[in-house]
């Protein structure tokens, strides 16, 4: 497997434009991560989705920000409007989950990220 | 609800120094718990893990021990290189408790660590 997949890397836009981040999962993964990472506030969960359904998305910073997961495959991570202060990088991370209460595990695989810059 | 507290860095150490990053957590339960790297301009990658009591996690001259007790898993490594030059993040998983969340991680803020040659 090529890993989790993010798309671009790199985004440059101005003030007020909608940008949508796009991910890849591992395939048979059954957990979706959206982090945002800032020298100030470190990483930050910003939504989850187990088995393509969104389970805590408190982590979003406001109604600006809206993901999606349509199936097992593929997620976005929209922003709409940006704002310079949305400047960070992205990334997706997804995992597999094992266990019972006895035992359990999981183990995320991150994308490469998403360097978003808006001016 | 869960938490990671990771040592304030930034780390710097000369080649071959012995490193210890500190990591305690709190969580109910048995979480899982993980030492994760990020190397410049990359995204996160597992180092090791542990997911019971005790269990020591191991992975290219590094390790942690799963200390119930003391709830910690502190990251150790006899030797370090400069290619060891990284953001070190430490984390947890919920325990499973017949839900969804069990998938989720915690990380606590990561440590940056710098070899010198």
């Known amino acids: 497997d090529a890993g989790v997949i993010q798309s671009p890397r790199h985004e440059v836009t101005e003030m007020g434009q909608e940008v949508t981040l796009r991910c890849k999962p591992i395939s048979g993964h059954d957990y979706l991560f959206w982090y945002r990472q800032t020298m100030m506030r470190g990483l930050e969960l910003l939504i989850y989705f187990n088995n393509n359904v969104p389970i805590d998305d408190s982590g979003m910073p406001e109604d600006r920000f809206s993901a999606k997961m349509p199936n097992a495959s593929f997620s976005t991570l929209k922003i709409q409007p940006s704002e310079p202060r949305d400047s960070a990088v992205y990334f997706c991370?997804?995992?597999?989950?094992?266990?019972?209460?006895?035992?359990?595990?999981?183990?995320?695989?991150f994308g490469q990220g998403t360097r978003l810059t808006v001016v | 609800g869960n938490s990671v507290t990771q040592m304030e860095g930034p780390v710097t150490l000369s080649e071959e120094a012995f490193l210890t990053i500190n990591c305690t957590y709190t969580?109910?339960?048995?979480?899982?718990l993980f030492w994760y790297v990020q190397y410049p301009g990359e995204g996160l990658q597992l180092l090791l893990k542990a997911t019971k009591a005790d269990d020591k996690g191991s992975n290219k001259g590094f390790e942690a021990t799963y200390r119930k007790e003391t709830t910690s898993f502190h990251l150790e490594k006899g030797s370090v290189q400069v290619s060891d030059s990284a953001v070190y993040f430490c984390a947890l998983s919920d325990p499973w408790a017949g839900g969804t969340s069990y998938g989720k991680l915690t990380f606590g803020q990561g440590t940056i660590l710098t070899v010198h040659p």
């Open positions: 991370a997804s995992s597999f989950t094992w266990g019972d209460y006895t035992n359990s595990g999981t183990e995320a695989f």
């Open positions: 969580a109910t339960g048995y979480p899982s």
